[in-house]
């Protein structure tokens, strides 16, 4: 009989500790903390290409989760950015690739080397457009960057070929370009 009882409670001890488990992933997962939040609130979604007259074209959606007084850090090898007011919870992003090539299979191509990439560590939001193929091939591309962020928000823009604009901003502006105009609406902070 002592070996029955033993079994036993072995048996109700590990049931115990399966239960305490599955609780704890349950409430780690219903959390909005780190664990599992962070990864579902950022994304980058690419479109199909279709023709549109003498280019091909990509858009692509992108944002994440963030908050009023927050900080973008855009860096890009190549594209316009322009930088609009939106909703005080979110930054979202529309990006518009063009690949100026005769055919679909060189497009594919072109679209599939920008690598479109956003994340966020210790409150800032990280957009990065980056091209990994040869710098004189990107000059068969381009890329627009249109972005929502709340009004007060702080932005750190830099693109090695286009403009900047920013429509309205309460916050810190820094934009650099190495070939553009950079234009600034409203800006106080």
Same mark, same amino acid.
């Given at each position: 009989?002592?070996?029955l009882v033993n079994a036993s409670r072995k048996r109700n001890s590990k049931d115990a500790s399966a239960l305490i488990r599955l609780a704890l992933l349950i409430g780690l997962m219903a959390s909005p903390g780190p664990a599992?939040?962070?990864?579902?609130?950022s994304y980058v979604k690419r479109g199909e290409s279709r023709r549109e007259g003498r280019a091909w074209v990509e858009r692509a959606?992108?944002?994440?989760?963030?908050?009023e007084g927050g900080r973008l850090i855009l860096r890009t090898d190549f594209g316009s950015i322009m930088v609009k007011t939106g909703r005080s919870d979110r930054l979202d992003c529309q990006v518009r690739l063009e690949a100026y090539t005769g055919g679909a299979a060189e497009a594919q191509r072109y679209f599939r080397s920008f690598d479109l990439?956003?994340?966020? *560590?210790? /409150?800032?939001?990280?957009?990065?457009?980056?091209?990994v193929?040869?710098?004189?091939?990107?000059?068969?591309?381009?890329a627009e960057f249109l972005?929502?962020?709340?009004?007060r928000f702080n932005l750190d823009l830099e693109t090695h070929a286009g403009d900047i604009d920013v429509e309205r901003l309460e916050g810190e502006l820094r934009?650099?370009? *190495?070939? /553009?105009d950079i234009r600034a609406g409203d800006v106080t902070g």
């Open positions: 009989m002592g070996v599992f939040g962070a990864w579902e609130q959606q992108c944002g994440t989760a963030t908050h990439t956003v994340r966020r *560590a210790d /409150g800032i939001t990280y957009l990065t457009g980056k091209s193929r040869e710098r004189h091939r990107s000059l068969r591309m381009n972005i929502a962020v709340p009004a934009a650099e370009t *190495a070939g /553009g």
